[in-house]
């Protein structure tokens, strides 16, 4: 019997013993969900060393929208150890990257913030601009790709400009196609590779002296890459203020670089006043044209997209529920891709069952801008006899929507 006794008692401490963990467990759970998402935010740190530099001063600044704010300091000692703990903004899932740098005198190192995180930058004072190495985080390591070839350009340059053996015109004809082919490898191998990147959005505001490389109010090229940025940005970020700004960017020069040309409509006036669409063609992957009056008598999805989008595959996998769902009973679907690189596209659309066909302009086309897509996916729905029936955001219920036309 006290044996009896004496268990119980052992196990009635033991569940107290459980009980009063799980609380302790549950309060640090508490106080470090309040530390971590408290109104002052999240926090990076950034430290590491560079060497050579003893009794400079290292500072820490932020890339901001309105220009460039100093946020730490610190003198340097003789090992040139360094530490800065900062807040990275709201605990917001939506929040996008922030962009930042140390600089001691006019030596530089970019890095991006896009979450908590620890980052450890190592590098010598005579070399800190072009030979640091940084770690946890890749954004910085493909921004620093950009950084290299920006400070090599700017080297050409000066020797341009300082060799008085040529005239003002010779220095001009070597200058042009080496900043125009800087651009181009921005947009190949940095912006068109993945449009999502902070090194793709840092790519976009390049300098060279004190002009921007790109030219977004008037270079119809240059307004395109805003254009596929920003779009990608407002599908991750759709409520930052770096993604706000980029858009209305985007959107201006769009509106800059609007053809002055009458636009060539396939359909007269009174049959779009009637049907309510307008009527355009693009080639498919075999390089047929395909048009939307082909199909008239179906209930026809229309839908702007890039495959170069985070969700594109996802989504595809829902539209393809729905195409195989409805396309027996009248349902075609019509994809018309932005994407700039058309191999990428007819590698990403070969295997799909609707049609697909490719606009290369992207943005700047006028079928484009004549059904005011300004960001995408964007989706209409058409019904039979080719009438214009909503945009996809005004329809809350997809599926719904497609059964009541069918």
Known sequence: MRKRKAQQTNQNIMRGVIAMALIVLLVCYLFLTMVSCSPAGPTFRVCGTIGGAQDSTLMLEQLALDGIRPVDS?????????SFRVPAGPCDSTAAPEFYRLRIASQVINFVVDSTEDIAIQADFSTMSTGYDIQGNEASRAMKTVSLLNIQLQQQLRRIREDNSLSVLEKADRIEPLVEAYKLQLKQDVILRDPASPAAYFALFQTIGSQMLF????????????????TQWDALYPFAPRTENLRNIAMRGLRNTRPTRPIELNLDGEKIKETGIIDFGFPDITGSERRLSDFHDNVVLLDFTAYSLPASQQRNIELRELYTQYHSRGLEIMQVSLDGDEHYWKTKCEQLPWVCVHCAEGF???????????QLPSIFIIGRGSEMKARGEQVPDLKKAIEQEL
Request: aromatic content about 12%.
């Open 215 to 230: 030219n977004p109010e008037s270079n119809k090229s240059d307004v395109q890459f805003f254009a596929a940025v920003a």
């Open 364 to 374: 700047m086309n006028d079928i484009v801008q004549l059904y005011n897509v300004q």
């Open 74 to 82: 610190t003198r340097l000692s003789a090992d040139g150890t360094f």
